[in-house]
């Protein structure tokens, strides 16, 4: 086994607006211009053409959220409180492949900034981690503890609070998925935002390690992109209101950590057990308590899905765990909040979405331009709005991967439309079954 990793280093590039802006009108005045002749010539289509309107604008008023993101920075006062912050990294697993728990492992022992303590839990495993295990116990870093740990088969939720309960002293507590590496200066720049009292989680960046393996790779790659750098940065601008802080890599403050802890162990919904959804409940939590923000600068490293199978599995997961995280917060997040604001909008951008989808198949004699309309106007904005996500650039990456990149954004938008917004029903629908359906044996090597 290699347990000397090559991991990509990044930089932060700034895209300047304006020609983006001057585009974006352009854009906005064709797709306006296209549906005042639908309102003049079907009137029985002012209804969709006016909720399809109105989920454009709510679109385009995030683009603009996401382009007033900035790296958090801190004064060397601040930087030096940070310094003495207590930090323990999470790190669940189950059946993942021994080379890349290694490589995660390798990444957070040669931080810039390393963390206190890191605890690794075999969460009853199939694999052999005898080799790994015993590599970093006896390699590891001086002034960082490893610790390992192994329990039956309980769930991630049941392995982080593993590690929560064993250091009631962390200030900090950072969680990575045992197929993650991270950057050389993480943590360093994920500890930053803690400088502002307020702040009570942050996500970092996701980036995929497998980026170019295959077309599916790449489709996903391009849409969590897009998500993060619009999406998340906008609800980061918005009040520090992320709604999700990526399980690949987020850090959370202590106390809210320990304040928190029997609900996140002990959550049911309907009286089912929930399994799912532990980086948005935690995210929830902190929402709750204060702000929750994203750290550009912060970038991980994770595997995505190589498979068909895989990527329909992973996808209905989230989604049984998102519509049960959606409950919560329109229930207990205050509805004057941008919290609040940003669960309702989509929710209802989605339902809107099936309700046009349905009246424009029965009506598709006059529909179908309408769809076409849909499609090219669609295809513009969304190249225009992923223009954010090469704002992080990686060091194995050349601009022939990044313009691959750009020129398969209409592409992921229409496998995210047609495909995985489709089944989102039916994770909607069966959000009771709380079993992983992944992670049966190694799924990705």
């Known amino acids: 086994m290699n347990h000397d990793h090559d991991i990509p280093r990044i930089t932060l590039r700034p895209v300047r607006p304006v020609a983006r802006l001057t585009v974006a009108g352009l854009v906005l005045a064709v797709a306006l ?22 989920s454009f604008v709510a679109v385009a008023v995030q683009w603009l959220l996401s382009w007033l993101e900035r790296p958090v920075t801190v004064t060397p006062a601040g930087q030096a409180a940070l310094n003495r912050l207590r930090v323990t990294v999470a790190v669940p697993v189950f059946n993942e492949d021994p080379s890349l728990l290694d490589r995660t492992i390798c990444s957070l022992l040669r931080q810039s900034r390393p963390p206190d303590r890191v605890h690794v839990v075999d969460d009853g495993s199939a694999v052999d981690y005898d080799e790994v ?35 009631p002293h962390a200030d900090v507590f950072v969680t990575v998925d045992s197929d993650t590496a991270l950057e050389y200066t993480a943590i360093g720049e994920g500890l930053k935002p803690f400088a502002d009292s307020r702040v009570q989680s942050v996500a970092g960046i996701e980036l995929a390690w497998n980026h170019s393996l295959n077309l599916l790779v790449r489709l996903k790659s391009v849409n969590t992109l897009v998500w993060q750098f619009i999406t998340c940065s906008a609800q980061s601008v918005a009040g520090g209101s992320v709604l999700v802080n990526r399980g690949t890599f987020a850090l959370y403050r202590g106390s809210l950590i320990r304040a928190t802890l ?43 899905p190589e498979t068909f199978s895989h990527t329909l599995r992973q996808w209905t997961r989230w989604m049984r765990g998102s519509t049960i995280r959606n409950f919560w917060r ?58 954010r996500m090469h704002a992080v650039r990686r060091s194995d990456q050349r601009w022939t991967d990044r313009l691959d990149a750009f020129l398969l954004v209409p592409l992921a938008m229409a496998w995210m439309t047609f495909v995985l917004r489709p089944l989102r029903l039916y994770g909607m629908a069966t959000c009771l079954r709380q079993g992983w359906v992944t992670r049966g044996e190694v799924e990705v090597r």
């Open 262 to 304: 029997p609900a996140y162990t002990g959550e049911t919904f309907f009286g089912r057990r929930v399994i799912l959804g532990d980086d948005s409940m935690l995210t929830t939590f902190a929402l709750g308590s204060g702000r929750a923000v994203q750290q550009v600068s912060a970038v991980c490293f994770s595997m995505y």
């Open 330 to 387: 329109i229930r207990y997040l205050p509805i004057m909040s941008w919290g609040w604001w940003f669960t309702f909008l989509p929710t209802w951008w989605f339902l809107s979405f099936v309700a046009m989808g349905g009246a424009v198949a029965a009506d598709w004699h006059t529909g179908h331009t309408f769809v076409l309309t849909t499609l090219y106007v669609g295809a513009l904005w969304a190249w225009l709005v992923a223009a």
């Open 33 to 54: 211009a296209r549906h005042a002749w639908y309102l003049a010539e079907w009137r029985h289509y002012r209804l969709i053409t006016t909720l399809w309107t109105l």
């Open 133 to 167: 295990r015993t590599w970093w116990e006896t390699h590891g870093r001086p002034g960082v503890e490893f610790v390992w740990s192994r329990q039956d088969n309980a769930g991630k939720k049941a392995a982080h609070a593993r590690v929560f309960a064993a250091d």
